[in-house]
């Protein structure tokens, strides 16, 4: 399964109210840091508030970054992954 | 549809004429009545025979074909091909590989141009690049990604310049980032990840 068309503010908003990343600066692509405890596990490039659609291939770097499936970023974004169900996903993926 | 051709009097007044032409028409072989209404389905008439052609006589053979390679070249050929079969197969046979390449075109432009590049400093006064970093640029119509896929790193602009230049930022912020993170908070890759960028990046003199 491909991504699905999202706009980047409908990324940014689920990354910024399910994951909550600690936003480390605000330079011109904020970028978020996501810890499992202590450790840093995971880094992703939040997009800026456009309503343009993202491009596929920009939309998988972001999901690589997650460490999610394209079907399961589609879900991140739609709402079926919830936040919980998205760390539990991780904890199982991260070395 | 149906399509009315129309008398071209600056052509006209140039040749013997008459010629004919629909600027709605495209890649257009046909053997037509002066002032005819024609059917969409008469337009290629390939191949006619020379029987068929000497019979066609008083009509006029219109040839008119656009061309088209996106949307920068648009311009008509009109031709009065007499009732000669071979032009008149001539002119399909080139007008049939017209529309191919036009079709191919077509596609090429919709496709992503791929192609590798390297990025010699940051254009940055605080950081320097020991060694050059190999950068895949994915070129599309309307945007530029610049790749460095092993650090899961893009930047992005309107063409490869401004998308080199947020790839700068990007390695930038990467290595403060990582650096910024005691080692002992970081997963095995962002672990691997710093060996990389601190192999590729430092601070200037002056800096430390």
């Known amino acids: 399964m491909a991504i699905s068309d999202f706009t980047e503010k409908q990324i940014r908003e689920k990354l910024l109210s399910k994951i909550k990343p600690t936003i480390l600066r605000g330079s011109k692509h904020q970028k978020g840091i996501i810890y499992l405890g202590d450790l840093a596990v995971a880094r992703v490039k939040i997009p800026n508030s456009h309503n343009r659609i993202m491009k596929p291939s920009k939309s998988q770097y972001i999901a690589t970054s997650l460490r999610l499936e394209d079907d399961e970023f589609n879900d991140l974004i739609e709402c079926p992954l919830t936040g919980p169900q998205y760390y539990k996903k991780l904890k199982d993926r991260v070395d | 549809m149906e399509l009315q051709l129309q008398r071209d009097e600056k052509q006209n007044k140039q040749s013997k004429g008459p010629y004919w032409v629909d600027p709605h028409v495209k890649g257009v072989v046909g053997v037509l009545a ?53 032009l008149l197969s001539l002119y399909a046979s080139l007008n049939s590989q017209i529309i191919d390449l036009s079709e191919r075109v077509l596609t090429l432009e919709k496709q992503t141009n791929v192609i590798s590049t390297k990025i010699f400093d940051l254009a940055s006064d605080k950081y320097e690049l020991k060694n050059y970093i190999d950068v895949i640029l994915k070129i599309y119509s309307d945007e530029v990604l610049a790749i460095i896929p092993e650090l899961e790193l893009y930047g992005e602009g309107t063409n490869e310049i401004y998308a080199l230049d947020d790839l700068k930022q990007e390695l930038i912020d990467l290595y403060e980032d990582l650096n910024s993170v005691p080692a002992k908070n970081l997963s095995k890759k962002f672990k691997a990840w710093k060996k990389v960028i601190n192999f590729f990046i430092e601070e200037k003199n002056g800096n430390k």
């Open chain 2, 34 to 86: 002066a002032g005819q209404t024609i059917k969409e389905g008469l337009f290629t008439l390939v191949g006619l025979s020379p029987t068929e052609h000497s019979s066609a006589s008083p009509e006029i053979l219109v040839a008119a074909t656009q061309h088209e390679f996106g949307s920068s070249v648009e311009r008509y050929l009109i031709h009065d091909i007499g009732t000669s079969s071979s």
